[in-house]
Structure formats: structure tokens, C-alpha cells
């Protein structure tokens, strides 16, 4: 399984980005997915979370509101819509597909991407 994120990139902060993760194989609209991010220093740190079918989603409380999580099963890929960006969602974005259950921590993903990054500037 290789998951490819993209969409990253520089915004002022008000602005929106999409994230893509785009995954290889045959067998993600079976999993669980997610999206974390990472900024230098600290812990990776869960950002959202969508059911294999996209019937349900659930977020980090810094970005409920404003972040929107997707997939599209047909076409392998998985989206994290960005409004109203702050400076302080500057990171590195990863996303993950889940082992079973997925969740809020790091313990419940297998595969990651190599990461996107974003740079909200003030």
C-alpha cells in the first residue's frame, strides 16, 4: 500500500487549501482513513477521521468548523478540504489509513503518507 499526499503549499491566513492522498492498491474502501499533522518539535497530532464508507467523520476540536474530511472510493482518494486557515495549522499534513478501528491516535493507523506541507503566513 503507498499513499501519495498532496496539495500543500503557501496561504494567507483566511484562505483554503484541499489536500489529495491519493492510495495504491484495491483495498481502500475498505479501510478507515485519517489525517495528522506535524510541526517541528512535537508530536504528530490527529486532525480528522472518515469511515471506509464516508458515513462517518469526526475531528480535532482546533479544526471543527472549518476542516472538512472526503473520499471518493472510485477514484482511490482521500481529500481534507481547509478553510480559514490560521497560522497555528501551519504543519506538515499526513495522511493514514486505519488498522481497524483508526481513531484519534497514531496506534490506531499502518500506512502513512510522506506528507504535505502547509504554510499559513499572517
Known amino acids: 500500500v503507498q499513499l501519495q499526499a498532496s496539495g500543500g503549499g503557501l496561504v494567507q491566513a483566511g484562505g483554503s487549501l484541499r489536500l489529495s492522498c491519493a492510495a495504491s492498491?484495491?483495498?481502500?474502501?475498505?479501510?478507515?482513513m485519517g489525517w495528522f499533522r506535524q510541526t517541528p518539535g512535537k508530536e504528530r497530532e490527529f486532525v480528522a477521521f472518515i469511515s471506509w464508507s464516508g458515513g462517518s467523520t469526526y475531528y480535532a476540536d482546533s479544526v471543527k468548523g472549518r476542516f472538512i474530511i472526503s473520499r471518493d472510493n472510485a477514484k482511490n482518494t482521500l481529500y481534507l478540504q481547509m478553510n480559514r486557515l490560521k497560522p497555528e495549522d501551519t504543519a506538515v499534513y499526513y495522511c493514514a489509513r486505519g488498522r481497524r478501528e483508526g481513531g484519534r491516535t497514531m496506534t490506531g493507523y499502518d500506512y502513512w503518507g510522506q506528507g504535505t506541507l502547509v504554510t499559513v503566513s499572517s
Open positions: 492498491g484495491r483495498t481502500f474502501s475498505i479501510f478507515n
